[in-house]
């Protein structure tokens, strides 16, 4: 089987905001302690740079404008995916340990809540670069 979001059209502004959502994040994905989670803004700034550098000629302006938008929604929906898997009995996600998809869903929740507070300046290093 296929993960059909691997092969299917997509929006660029998910395909940034999952990079950064695993790139940027300074705890795993599924970390247990959520003081370690958090966005490295350092981080983010050079996949920015990164990525910029590679689509400036195929990204619109507020498609530019949104990519800290697309960071938090990719993040919030996965973290809802996690949380519903778990839900449902751990049947999409495999698991390695109880509970596993919840602290993914934590994990993931707690990131967005910092990109939230750190939008402004995420906003900025995009307008920056």
């Known amino acids: 089987m296929v993960d059909l979001d691997t092969v299917m059209p997509g929006s660029s502004l998910f395909d940034f905001g999952d990079l950064v959502r695993s790139a940027a994040n300074t705890g795993a ?7 370690r989670v958090s ?23 507020q498609e530019r404008a949104w990519l800290p938008l697309g960071a938090r929604i990719i993040t ?5 995916r996690f949380l519903t898997d778990y839900l ?5 996600f495999r698991i390695h340990r109880p509970d596993h998809n919840l602290d993914r869903a934590r994990a993931q929740f707690k ?17 920056k670069v």
């Open 29 to 35: 994905e599924d970390e247990q302690n959520l003081d």
């Open 39 to 61: 966005l490295d803004l350092a981080r983010f700034k050079a996949i920015v740079r990164g990525y910029l550098a590679e689509t400036k000629e195929t990204l619109t302006a």
């Open 76 to 80: 919030y929906e996965l973290g809802l």
């Open 88 to 92: 449902n009995g751990d049947v999409y």
């Open 111 to 127: 990131l967005v809540e910092d990109m939230e507070m750190k939008a402004g300046e995420m906003e900025r290093i995009v307008a």
